[in-house]
């Protein structure tokens, strides 16, 4: 049975949270958005609130906090309300350290955790997707071969958060491409790492704030210690069910935003003496974009509660995804209708949740619960 009644800690976390997007990460959007820039003292204000130090267990200095996919997906919720740009930067992190909390050697965990722990913004990030039309997870085309006692990566990654100021990337490639997602291992190529390049930042539609690059690997050898959860490896089914339930909850996050701007300005607005809110086509938008939110929220909490059980999630995750990717799209473009003409210019933040919320379409595995 599913309960869908937060306990109070989980309440507790999406009022602060909630209240930091607001008052701290809304302000700030918009500027980030026109300047490429995101703000560092927010980034800071940001850690602060444990949002990956939290999950690190306590003998490595974190809170030892038991981690919930569930909860995890009300933080990316709130935060994309915020911002979606800010949000997945100041997640970024976790792409790195997650996946070792949960699979890495005990070796690992403690060569690496104690740094996100501190009380200073640790970048880090993983590179997922690929360059290429035929792109799939199950598929990846970057390859890891053994070569003595390590192995050598090479291929091509894109749209990696964080690139170039990470300390470490954590890279999923392929080890045994028949096996599809049962063949695919992560490892830790760390920052300056002979063979790897890193492009110019990407430049997108949306996410303008977000620091993308292209990666490339060409026979960038690690050591067999590199290889995440040493020779048993990774989960990459249940870590992309993780990443996908993460873009879920910051589509609906983005989707909130618009439908409360737009449901703002329509009381405000008026025609003919009339808020425009009263008019019955202006109503009925409003109403099927309360009715997208819902249903998303609804499918990306069944995911995080079948990841917090155990299962794999990778149905569910895959279909709140996807349900997310075309609601997010379809509600944003009805906040720029509800404003008309307003709605197309940077007056107004609708455009901006416009091409943010293009990109869930496209986007994968940059960010995590």
């Given at each position: 049975m599913i309960d869908f009644e937060l306990s109070e800690e989980q309440q507790m976390i999406r009022d602060s949270v909630g209240a930091f997007a607001r008052d701290e990460i809304r302000p700030a959007a918009r500027p980030a958005d026109e300047s490429g820039a995101i703000p560092a003292p927010l980034v800071a204000k940001a850690w602060q609130f444990g949002f990956v130090s939290g999950a690190i267990p306590e003998k490595f200095g974190g809170g030892g906090d038991a981690r919930s996919a569930v909860t995890g997906a009300i933080i990316a919720e709130e935060l994309g309300f915020g911002d979606l740009s800010i949000a997945i930067h100041v997640l970024a992190p976790r792409l790195f350290a997650f996946p070792i909390v949960e699979m890495g050697t005990d070796d690992q965990r403690a060569k690496y955790l104690k740094r996100f722990a501190g009380a200073d913004f640790?970048?880090?990030?993983?590179?997922?997707?690929?360059?290429?039309?035929?792109?799939?997870?199950?598929?990846?085309?970057?390859?890891?071969?053994?070569?003595?006692?390590?192995?050598?990566?090479?291929?091509?990654?894109?749209?990696?958060?964080?690139a170039a100021e990470s300390e470490w990337m954590l890279v999923y490639a392929a080890t045994d491409a028949a096996k599809g997602f049962a063949g695919v291992d992560g490892f830790i190529v760390p920052r300056g790492a002979a063979g790897v390049t890193i492009s110019e930042r990407e430049k997108n539609m949306g996410l303008k704030a977000l620091a993308t690059?292209?990666?490339?690997?060409?026979?960038?050898?690690?050591?067999?210690?590199?290889?995440?959860?040493?020779d048993k490896g990774i989960d990459f089914s249940r870590l992309m069910s993780q990443s996908r339930v993460a873009l879920g909850a910051l589509g609906v996050g983005v989707m909130n935003a618009a439908f409360e701007y737009a449901r703002d300005y329509a009381k405000e607005r008026k025609a003919f003496g009339v808020p425009i809110a009263t008019k019955q086509a202006i109503a009925f938008?409003?109403?099927?974009?309360?009715?997208?939110?819902?249903?998303?929220?609804?499918?990306?909490?069944?995911?995080?509660?079948?990841?917090?059980?155990?299962?794999?999630?990778?149905?569910?995750?895959?279909?709140?995804k996807n349900y997310v990717a075309q609601s997010a799209l379809k509600v944003t473009d009805n906040g720029v209708q509800v404003l008309g003409g307003h709605g197309y210019i940077r007056e107004h933040p609708v455009e901006m949740w416009l091409r943010n919320a293009r990109g869930f379409s496209a986007i994968d595995g940059i960010a995590t619960v």
């Open positions: 640790a970048a880090a990030t993983a590179a997922v997707m690929e360059p290429r039309f035929d792109y799939d997870l199950s598929a990846l085309q970057v390859s890891a071969k053994r070569d003595g006692g390590g192995f050598v990566l090479n291929g091509g990654k894109c749209y990696v958060p964080l690059y292209e990666v490339t690997l060409k026979d960038c050898r690690v050591g067999a210690d590199a290889r995440v959860g040493g938008i409003l109403a099927d974009m309360a009715i997208e939110i819902d249903a998303a929220r609804l499918l990306v909490w069944e995911a995080a509660f079948k990841l917090d059980k155990g299962g794999d999630g990778l149905k569910e995750s895959y279909l709140a």
